[in-house]
Nanobody, 119 residues
Framework: QVQLVESGGDLVQAGGSLRLSCAAS????????MGWYRQAPGKQRELVAS??????YYADAVKGRFTISRDGAKNAVYLQMNSLKPSDTGVYYC??????????????WGKGTLVTVSS
């Protein structure tokens, strides 16, 4: 069993910064990829940033403002968010593709952390 726990969501004014954290725990053989999705009110969940074997990805809307980073020793992923805009408001979910034994992979989600950017 693998768990992802996010933290760092908050209410911030436009132009401000936040740093989200996500730590994975449980039966982890290898982490293939970790990333962040967000879901704004009334919209579908979208990929914001990810880092893994395929490289690093950023959605066009956050390029130049957000930075994803990982700490392998802590099984953690972070999202540094700068120059925040009201359009960045939403629930941010941590996502991970994890090999939990020698043969099997699974996709896991955190419960989400709320980011609210006021204008």
């Amino acid at each position: 069993q693998v768990q992802l726990v996010e933290s760092g969501g908050d209410l911030v004014q436009a132009g401000g910064s936040l740093r989200l954290s996500c730590a994975a725990s449980g039966s982890i053989f290898q982490i293939n990829q970790m990333g962040w999705y967000r879901q704004a009110p009334g919209k579908q969940r979208e990929l914001v940033a990810s880092e893994g074997r395929g490289g690093t990805y950023y959605a066009d809307a956050v390029k130049g403002r957000f930075t994803i980073s990982r700490d392998g020793a802590k099984n953690a992923v972070y999202l540094q968010m700068n120059s925040l805009k009201p359009s960045d408001t939403g629930v941010y979910y941590c996502n991970a593709d994890i090999r939990y034994n020698n043969y099997d992979n699974g996709e896991y989600w955190g419960k989400g952390t709320l980011v609210t950017v006021s204008s």
